[in-house]
């Protein structure tokens, strides 16, 4: 049973406008949330964590919301931009937040595609 | 990159053999761990280990062992490889950025099972 899941294998958004990249989870034990982007032929990249403990995270143009009664995150960047043109990666972890532990739980993934 | 680097990088094998993989870190991180990505599946975790000879399966560790006699190389070995382990294999490690946790990726080692 899948315990992260991104629904939208794919989304089309054009340059500039807002990107929001929907992740649900159904282990209520999950407490840190990360969002990672992977080009092809690379390994995933790093963009933005959330403890359970808050409710948005931003770093530059990326901010991620959590929403612990409906088990939902979303990752928003605005603007998009070309380079961000990737595959984005939801994943989660219990009893993470203080480093280590016991690996990461990945969604299947949602390729972002930038348009002109 | 954590420097991270992962050898070898493309590997072709025959049902049977036995294959290792190397993930080698030069910041003396304490925590590493080995994924698998598959189209459809996104990362699933194989092993991981919390120091040298400190090792435990993930959520797909059959087929495999991992061992890690000191701490800046943990080593991934399909026993016997099947065709169901051709796959794109990640080695990680877990490090703080930007004052946020997670885990840094290796660059990958694509493996081929025929």
């Known amino acids: 049973d899948q315990q992260v899941k991104q629904n939208s294998p794919s989304l089309s958004v054009q340059e500039g406008r807002i990107s929001i990249l929907n992740c649900d989870y159904t282990?209520?034990?999950?407490?840190?949330f990360l969002w990672y982007k992977k080009y092809p032929a690379e390994g995933p990249t790093f963009l933005i964590s959330?403890?359970?403990?808050?409710d948005k995270n931003e770093d530059g143009r990326f901010t991620v919301f959590l929403n612990k009664s409906a088990k939902h995150l979303s990752l928003h960047i605005v603007p998009s931009q070309p380079g961000d043109s990737a595959v984005y990666f939801c994943a989660a972890s219990a009893g993470y937040s203080g480093g280590g532990a016991d690996g990461l739980t990945f969604g299947k993934g949602t390729h972002l595609i930038i348009q002109p | 990159d954590a420097g991270i680097t992962q050898s070898p990088r493309h590997k072709v094998t025959e049902t049977g053999t036995p294959v290792t993989l190397r993930c080698h870190q030069t910041e003396n991180h304490r925590y590493m761990y080995w994924y698998r990505q598959d189209p459809g599946h996104g990362l699933r975790l194989i092993h991981y280990s919390y120091g040298v000879k400190d090792t435990d399966k993930g959520e797909v560790s059959d087929g495999y062992s991992v061992s890690r006699s000191k701490t800046e190389d943990f080593l991934l070995t399909l026993e016997s490889a099947t065709s169901s382990q051709t796959s794109v294999y990640f080695c990680?490690?877990?490090?703080?950025?930007?004052?946020?946790?997670?885990?840094?990726f290796g660059p990958g080692t694509r493996l081929l099972v025929l």
């Open positions: 282990n209520s034990m999950f407490d840190y």
């Open positions: 959330i403890s359970s403990i808050k």
């Open positions: 990680a490690i877990s490090a703080a950025a930007r004052g946020q946790e997670t885990q840094y």
